[in-house]
């Protein structure tokens, strides 16, 4: 039997810093990790976390829950069909509700061969502080992935005071009371946590909030490519124009006086640069609600 974990946590929130890290520590126990990853945007910058002797099918644009049970079915089943692999990790788009992804996953198909252990819920701590500010519907999906967690990682602590990781901690036990939860920062969780998850039984659909991308939930992502370059000043100027309701940007940006354009990434108000040793497209993607009426820098 093979083991099935399921990665969830909002956009931005550290749900790839924790999955390098895990399948860094899966490689040293000499167990071989597999990968199935979603990217509600259009470019696969997370794949780049995965190294390439890893087997990782990815599904662009959308989610396990939105592109259907049987096209993840499918992934599986090749993946089980071509693949030695002892562990594998399901990485559900920010977008996602965990329950749905874990729907898809129990399929009579893969009954004897998948030990399903639980949802691993990475939440930005920051963000749970400050969850007021974030729309019904997005915070009813933030919500929904910490509620639903066998496993909960209370994330970026080290953005916080001591007295507001202390709250967070207490508000999110009384939130969901049978999730082990672990302070972390980069995501970083020991192996031995992650297989100790004793996942309860399957969670009934009845149990769910509807909060998925569709009418009510104008969620989407929109490709942005670059012709000129910027100095980082105008640039993040340009950043702090935008609405609230710009939850993530990710991509590489032409920096004056810089070769190559930088890795950009942007979560919740902060900012990550960092320089690039190849020549990458300079593209940026912009997930959030209502992105097409965005004015673009
Ligand atoms: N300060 C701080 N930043 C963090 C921490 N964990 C992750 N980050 C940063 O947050 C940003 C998002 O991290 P990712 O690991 O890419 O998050 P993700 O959940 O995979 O994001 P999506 O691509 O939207 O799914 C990156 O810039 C990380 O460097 C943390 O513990 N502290």
């Known amino acids: 039997m093979k083991d099935v974990y ?30 199935i990853m979603n990217e509600l945007g259009k470019l696969p910058f997370d794949s780049q976390a995965v190294e390439e002797d890893v087997p990782l099918k ?15 079915e499918a992934q599986i089943q090749s993946l089980l069909h071509d693949q ?13 509700h965990p329950v749905e992804a874990l729907d898809a996953v129990y399929s009579p198909l893969f009954a004897d061969k998948l030990n399903i252990k639980g949802i691993v819920t990475v939440a930005d701590s920051r963000l749970w502080l400050n969850r007021s500010n974030l729309t019904p519907q997005v915070r009813s999906l933030f919500m929904e992935q910490i509620r639903h967690a066998h496993l909960l990682l209370a994330n970026k602590t080290d953005l916080l005071t001591e007295s ?14 049978k999730a082990f939860i672990l302070q972390t920062t980069n ?51 340009w950043v702090r124009s935008l609405p609230d309701t710009v939850y993530r940007m990710k991509g590489y940006v032409p920096i004056e006086g810089i070769k190559n354009p930088m890795l950009f990434q942007y979560a919740y108000g902060m900012v990550q640069w960092l320089p690039e040793y190849i020549k990458m497209e300079p593209n940026l993607v912009i997930i959030g609600e209502n992105i097409n009426t965005l004015e673009i820098i």
């Open 6 to 35: 399921l990665f969830s946590g909002f956009l931005g929130s550290g749900k790839t810093s924790m999955l390098t890290d895990v399948i860094r520590q899966l490689k040293e126990a000499n167990l071989k990790p597999a990968v």
């Open 58 to 72: 990815e599904m662009l644009e959308g989610c396990i829950c939105c592109s259907g049970a049987e096209k993840t």
């Open 84 to 96: 030695e692999f002892d562990v594998l990790i399901i990485e559900t788009t920010g977008a996602a």
């Open 164 to 177: 507001e990781q202390a709250q967070v901690v207490y508000e999110l036990q009384g939130f969901n009371a």
């Open 187 to 237: 995501g970083r969780v020991p192996l031995k946590l992650l297989q100790n998850i004793q996942s309860t039984a399957r969670v009934s659909k009845d149990d769910i909030v509807t909060a998925r991308i569709g009418e009510s939930f104008n969620l989407g992502s929109r490709l942005i490519r670059f012709d000129t370059s910027f100095t980082q000043e105008q640039f993040e100027n």
